[in-house]
């Protein structure tokens, strides 16, 4: 696991209930660092209720736009941290269309279908975690997903695959989720950031949180 998050970036929110991308580029924010000040400036002005922002490291996929997260599907958004081996056998998708050729993406599609047309998608995704993680190859699972109304991120790190030389204690301490309450908002990133905030909730592993406008003290859902 080396450091460095420069094969793309994106940043999506919404716009009177649909996604939308203030940006999405394949290269490094360094790279485009106009464009990144421009896009962090548009979604500080906007209206949209929430906000997830990606800052990708390609395990096996190129840089590509297509590729780069958050993604869309029907006015949903994810990003998602880790490695799923061997997704297209286990999220076989039913009418959904991969833009790109990640993992992610296709676990993104595939929850998407799941628990989309469910009337609680909180405990439908809590189901379907529990159902199909046994079945599954993962460095991580750990991702940020909303529908508008609603977010949820999750934390869970794999035990299966380890490279040479790495332990499970590793995964733990890579692939980390946190929270910070603010007085407007919540804030959910993979490190403490120290100039957002002093105080910040490491989530547990196999933890669910679920953030609402009229509940935005993260409830915490154990998967």
């Not at 922002?53 to 994810?78: C, G, I, L």
């Not at 189901?127 to 940020?144: A, D, I, P, Q, W």
């Not at 309450?181 to 403490?192: D, K, Q, R, Y």
Request: proline share 5%; glycine share 4%.
């Amino acid at each position: 696991m080396t450091p460095g998050h420069t094969d793309g970036w994106g940043i999506a929110g919404f716009n009177d209930g649909r996604a939308v991308y203030f940006a999405r580029r394949s290269e490094s924010a360094a790279e485009s660092e106009n464009e990144y000040r421009e896009a962090t400036a548009r979604a500080a002005k906007s209206t949209s209720p929430l906000m997830i922002a990606h800052f990708r490291k390609a395990s096996d996929s190129e840089r590509a736009v297509s590729n780069t997260h958050p993604f869309h599907y029907q006015d949903w958004v994810m990003a998602h941290n880790g490695t799923i081996f061997g997704a297209a056998a286990s999220f076989p998708l039913i009418s959904a269309e991969l833009q790109g050729d990640t993992d992610s993406e296709r676990f993104f599609l595939w929850i998407c279908e799941q628990i989309h047309p469910e009337v609680d998608p909180t405990q439908a995704l809590v189901e379907l975690l529990k159902k199909s993680r046994e079945g599954l190859v993962y460095t991580s699972l750990n991702f940020l997903l909303s529908d508008g109304k609603r977010l949820w991120a999750y934390r869970e790190y794999g035990d299966k695959r380890l490279d040479k030389d790495e332990t499970v204690k590793d995964r733990e301490d890579y692939y980390t989720l946190f929270f910070a309450t603010l007085p407007m908002s919540v804030v959910f990133c993979s490190e403490p950031l120290s100039r957002v905030s002093s105080a910040w909730t490491p989530m547990s592993q196999r933890t669910l949180a679920v953030v609402t406008p009229e509940a935005p003290v993260p409830q915490l859902i154990r998967v």
